[in-house]
């Protein structure tokens, strides 16, 4: 029955991805899609970024970046058919894997076609006002149709959800360290995932397993290593520092200080009733009934105790964990539809509470996984292929970021004001002549994009230096070293003019400039707003 469902899947993604708004491969995004793909971009040019972001996702996307080259929109298609043909998949395969185990192949069945239908059914239960939003922004999410590194995130969690009720179900701890493996490699698409370790071992720890934590673990160590590497190779930054926060946040421990326990706990979980409670009041002015969300969570942990107390824990710690800590943001809201993506890694276990309803029919849902029972087979894992596989997988990000070099040369640089982080692309050149009252800009259309794009022209003085700060801007490129680090740059040039055609007039007073052409797309196609996507080498003149 999982052949057919897996057509049904992509059928309806294919329909969605057709009728839903968007400019050719670009769906809305909204996230951290320029960060990956960018950090990607530099990984296969044989160096470790800056490191904003997680290394897993980065790392997949190499390969794609090194061939289709720094602009985002040229690698777009190969990251969306990636999680239509594998990620969208293997989510339905985990679901059921996940779903049967705690309740029967019957419930696993069913739970593998409401996760592919959900997302679809849901949309009339918003008002009518969110409804833009809904189809538009957060399903293109939610969906896998983006590159940013929550989609992926949450499958890697299913996966190690998947280890881990076959853990409970046997005493292999081959299944144990499986669910470590993957959930290290969620920990690598995004720290923040580090939120759901929490579960497996309240899970283990109820059932007294403490040779399966032991290995869950160490099996967690090869993606906590590498991450440690990544962020103090990319950024300067010892994870075991006091000012290892401060740093990260943009801020100097000279100026605060070494931050106290109480302030380190609070950056990173920062608890908040108040923010808490808005979320819910989200959820009661945009969706059909609050009650509904809340109950049904509730509902699901009494019937999945019902089957197993292990399982009730672990499901409700992995939802609390992330709705608490995540909710608890001032980022995050309903309105904006930030929480769905941001929680989307969570979602799997609201989900699998959900499907488990049915447990609590009297009489029946006590009897459905005796009738149809799941067959638990060994894992498999002494064979040298799934040996070998392992190794590659999880050892050779480890190889690979101890092998390359910080990078030092600016080859990316962080858009401040739009929370992006572009490639320089130093074949991308544009070309001035002087004409009465200002000069003219020209440049070469920009090829191998797979949406309609338009440009933004930046200028900057060639050299100036902030007052405040005494920080200096070169080229339009404010730049610093870190010890031991890669370069980090930032934009800090002043849009003067925008549009689809390859040149522009600017009145430019006397001075010298410097003159950046960046390529930039939205999913509305709308050359008023957008995001830029690689930006292109300076061009500096002097106007006497």
């Known amino acids: 029955m999982l052949l057919p469902l897996l057509v049904a899947q992509w059928l309806a993604l294919a329909v969605f991805a057709l009728l839903v708004q968007r400019n050719g491969w670009l769906f809305y995004q909204g996230g951290d899609q320029t960060w990956f793909y960018t950090s990607g971009w530099i990984l296969g040019n044989g160096a470790v970024p800056e490191t904003l972001v997680g290394y897993a996702w980065a790392m997949l996307q190499a390969p794609v970046a090194a061939l289709a080259g720094p602009n985002f929109l040229a690698g777009l298609p190969a990251i969306v058919l990636f999680q239509f043909f594998v990620l969208a998949p293997l989510g339905v395969l985990l679901v059921y894997g996940i779903a049967a185990r705690i309740g029967g192949r019957a419930v696993g069945y ?15 239960l918003f008002v009518d006002r969110y409804h833009e939003r809904y189809v538009e922004q957060v399903l293109p999410q939610v969906l896998g149709l983006t590159a940013l590194g929550d989609y992926p995130s949450m499958i890697a969690l299913l ?17 144990a360290v499986a669910c470590g493996l993957f959930a290290g490699l969620a920990v690598g698409i995004k720290p923040a995932n580090g939120l759901f370790v929490f ?19 160490v099996a967690l160590l090869p993606a906590l290593l590498t991450l440690a590497l990544w962020k103090h190779k990319g950024s300067g930054i010892s994870l075991l520092a006091h000012d290892t926060i401060r740093i990260a946040a943009g801020a100097s421990a000279d100026d605060y ?42 509902a699901g942990v009494i019937a ?7 399982h009730a824990i672990f499901l409700a710690v992995w939802l609390g964990a992330f709705f608490v800590v995540k909710g608890s943001s001032p980022s995050v809201t309903v309105e904006t539809g930030s929480f769905w993506r941001l929680l989307m890694p969570a ?15 009297p009489v029946l849902g006590a009897e459905l996984r005796e009738r149809f029972p799941i067959v638990h087979r060994p894992l498999a894992w002494r064979r040298p292929v799934v040996l070998t596989s392992v190794a590659l997988a999880f050892g050779l990000p480890l190889l690979v970021v101890a092998v390359l070099p910080p990078a030092k040369d600016p080859d990316a640089a962080k858009v401040p004001l739009r929370s992006l982080y572009i490639p ?56 610093s070293d870190t010890a ?16 689809r055609d390859p040149r522009l007039f600017d009145r430019v007073p006397r001075g010298r400039w410097t003159y950046r052409v960046a390529v930039a797309a939205n999913w509305l196609d709308d050359a008023d707003q957008g995001d830029t996507f690689v930006v292109s080498a300076p061009l500096n003149i002097s106007v006497g």
């Open 110 to 124: 069913g739970a593998a076609s409401l996760w592919i239908v959900l997302p679809y059914l849901a949309e009339p």
């Open 304 to 310: 999945a105790f019902r089957r197993s107390a292990a």
């Open 347 to 361: 979602f799997p276990a609201y989900f699998l509470l959900l499907t488990s309803i049915p447990l609590l029919i």
């Open 257 to 298: 200080g070494p931050p106290t326990f109480l302030e380190r706990v609070q950056q990173y979980v920062p608890l908040d009733r108040e923010q808490l409670n808005q979320q819910f009041l989200g959820f009661r002015e945009y969706f059909w009934s609050a009650r509904l969300l809340e109950f049904g969570a509730l």
């Open 484 to 499: 031991g680090g890669a370069t980090g740059c930032s934009l800090e040039m002043t849009e003067v003019g925008r549009g």
């Open 199 to 217: 579960a497996p071992i309240a899970a283990l720890a109820i059932r007294r397993r403490w040779r399966e934590i032991a290995g869950f673990g």
């Open 159 to 175: 996966a190690a959800a998947f280890f881990l009720v076959r853990a409970l179900d046997s005493h292999g701890a081959a299944d």
């Open 424 to 479: 320089i692309d130093n074949s991308f050149r544009a070309t001035v002549t002087p004409v009465e009252g200002g000069v003219q800009l020209e440049w070469p259309a920009y090829v191998g994009s797979h949406a309609n794009t338009f440009y933004v022209v930046y200028r900057s003085p060639l050299e100036y230096t902030f007052p405040a700060t005494g920080r200096r801007v070169s080229e339009g490129l404010m730049c």
